[in-house]
């Protein structure tokens, strides 16, 4: 499974990405690919913007994770989830710099109507 990721810029525009999402210990962690200075992975970090998953449009908060022992178990969790079909991305997305570029997705309010419909803002 994915997310898509929907980050309003300083410039008023909306921009959105897929992302690989996976669960540790009932959390969920997201990673950049190309690292930290990623495009949306510096509009987010210690930020919050809007996740379009299947349980509708959430608006989410996104914590950096320094702790190694826990980045080796997201890494595990990718190679697990997604070894299988796609060994050559998962390559990627476990090498260092996507580590450093881990982010722990933590639920916010939502914003606008009910859940699964966008707002009027969004």
């Keep these: 499974m994915q997310v898509t990721l929907r980050v309003t ?4 525009t909306d921009r959105t990405c897929e992302l690989w999402i996976v669960s540790v210990d009932d959390d969920v962690y997201v990673r950049a690919l190309s690292g930290v200075r ?3 992975h510096r509009q987010v970090a210690g930020s919050s913007a809007q996740v379009w998953c299947a349980d509708g449009i959430v608006q989410a908060h996104f914590e950096p994770v ?3 022992p826990l980045l080796e ?4 969790a990718y190679a697990q989830k997604y070894g299988l079909g796609w060994p050559g991305p998962v390559g990627f997305i476990t090498a260092p710099v996507a580590r450093a570029a881990t982010l722990r997705v933590v639920s916010a309010p939502e914003i606008g109507g009910r859940r699964g419909e966008p707002s009027d803002t969004a």
């Design 73 to 76: 178990r997201i890494d595990a």
């Design 66 to 68: 320094p702790d190694l």
């Design 9 to 12: 810029t300083a410039q008023d």
């Design 38 to 40: 990623t495009w949306w």
